[in-house]
């Protein structure tokens, strides 16, 4: 699970959500799209919104969690994911603490791995074949990504059908979840601390 934390695994996953999520605000309704073809499309656009401009972005962070924000938050389902990584925290906490936590976990999320985005190169990216059950309300795109070292990593997309819209809400690298590395890393902290604790320690981190 702390592999995640590792910098050049952070970068990663960023770029894999980023991959996923881009895709959503061009693609045609979901009858006339597969998860595959989603995530085939955001691989040529996403190439599109970042040639040339990394310099300009890796300069400025500003504009960098703008890009980012503008593409991730309507793609991407904060909600479901925010549920996941608080599990049975999220059954006890209140309406307030859900929306707080939600928000802070989402732009805590953005921020972490915003650099990695300025590395996506398209042309690492194999989408394997889709194998999954379109009737069913989630389903996973599998794909390989080339390190630059060459080593090949297995990198899955875990969507969910909301009203005919496929969003994100989990990505696998090598089988290791986000979402679930972030659960054991944040109800760890639940425990010791607080729920309003671990809350307070994100929003603070967006400000700085």
Same mark, same amino acid.
């Given at each position: ?17 980023? !991959?996923?999520?881009? +895709?959503?605000?061009?693609?045609? =309704?979901?009858?006339?799209?597969? =998860? @595959? ?16 401009? *990394? ?8 504009? &960098?969690?703008?890009? /980012? ?13 925010? @549920?996941?990584?608080?599990?049975? %925290?999220?059954?006890? #906490? ?11 976990? %989402? *732009?805590?999320?953005?921020?972490? %791995?915003?650099?990695? $985005? ?6 690492? /990216?194999?989408?394997? =074949?889709?194998?999954?059950?379109? #009737?069913? @309300? ?7 990504? !080339? ?6 990593? =297995?990198?899955? %997309? ?21 979402? @679930? ?10 425990? #010791?601390? +607080? &729920?309003?604790? $671990?809350?307070?320690? &994100?929003? #603070?981190?967006?400000?700085?």
């Amino acid at each position: 699970m702390n592999r995640l934390r590792n910098t050049g695994w952070q970068r990663l996953l960023m770029r894999c959500l980023l !991959t996923a999520t881009i +895709s959503c605000a061009f693609a045609l =309704p979901a009858l006339a799209n597969t =998860p @595959q073809q989603v995530i085939e499309e955001s691989i040529a656009l996403l190439d599109e919104k970042l040639t040339g401009k *990394q310099e300009e972005l890796a300069e400025d962070r500003g504009q &960098l969690y703008e890009l /980012i924000d503008s593409i991730l938050l309507p793609r991407f389902d904060r909600k479901y994911a925010a @549920q996941l990584v608080l599990g049975k %925290y999220w059954r006890r #906490a209140d309406a307030a603490q859900r929306e707080r936590f939600i928000s802070a976990f %989402y *732009q805590s999320l953005l921020r972490r %791995y915003a650099d990695g $985005v300025l590395e996506f190169d398209q042309s690492r /990216i194999e989408i394997l =074949p889709f194998d999954g059950d379109l #009737a069913e @309300q989630r389903t996973r795109v599998k794909t390989m990504v !080339t390190l630059e070292d060459g080593t090949r990593v =297995p990198v899955d %997309y875990a969507l969910v059908n909301r009203d005919g819209n496929w969003l994100v809400f989990d990505v696998r690298i090598e089988g290791i979840s986000y979402v @679930q590395n972030f659960r054991a890393e944040l109800n760890s902290e639940i425990q #010791a601390k +607080s &729920l309003d604790a $671990v809350i307070e320690r &994100l929003e #603070a981190e967006v400000v700085e």
